[in-house]
């Protein structure tokens, strides 16, 4: 933590007091109250208001799994219900990605063939949407087959980064500039989403 009136700098906690290995990335909690850690091994949440986290702010690890053959998690997203989604590797071939999702309780992991996924995160309708890193936005679908479908985002340039907000829409920032998805005021339910 950083004082910039004061010029000083304050450590929170080492990577050794947990047991998360190396941490990755961290974001806001969705209602303000703390952060979320990726690292190494899992994810976990730090408790309190901002401005005032300090070393004795209660810390909750939510380590995976033994022999789950997942690690460095990246960006975690929450949702609305407190679920928190996240990218991870594969422990034998950091070029296999896996979508994770923690409920509060337990791990579900779903690979990604084929796509080398950057980031994930919670959308409308039960939905994970993603990007990679060669540009396609993909949309994960709970019990749908095909499971996984490359939605058409007609942007040049490359994707950066994604912001979320609270109703599942999100802003892509690309090279070329930013890009608002939103669901449509209407959809086609899944189940008969193919019929033409």
Excluded: C
């Amino acid at each position: 933590k950083y004082d910039a009136a004061q010029k000083q700098m304050t450590v929170l906690k080492e990577v050794a007091d947990t047991g998360l290995g190396r941490f990755s990335e961290m974001t806001e909690a969705r209602d303000g109250n703390g952060v979320w850690i990726t690292g190494m091994k899992g994810l976990a949440k730090v408790s309190g208001q901002l401005r005032d986290l300090n070393p004795g702010s209660p810390w909750e690890q939510h380590l995976l799994e033994a022999g789950s053959q997942v690690e460095n998690l990246q960006r975690p997203f929450e949702n609305e219900r407190g679920e928190v989604v996240a990218v991870g590797t594969d422990t034998l071939t950091s070029s296999k990605k896996f979508l994770l999702k923690f409920d509060g309780r337990r791990w579900s992991k779903q690979p990604v063939p084929g796509e080398n996924v950057r980031q994930a995160w919670p959308g409308w309708d039960q939905t994970i949407w993603g990007y990679t890193s060669i540009n396609s936005l993909l949309r994960f679908d709970e019990g749908a087959t095909p499971a996984i479908t490359k939605e058409r985002v007609w942007v040049g340039g490359q994707y950066k980064d994604v912001a979320t907000e609270t109703n599942g829409a999100f802003w892509l920032a690309t090279s070329d500039g930013l890009v608002r998805y939103a669901p449509f005021p209407w959809r086609t339910p899944g189940e008969v989403a193919e019929v033409d």
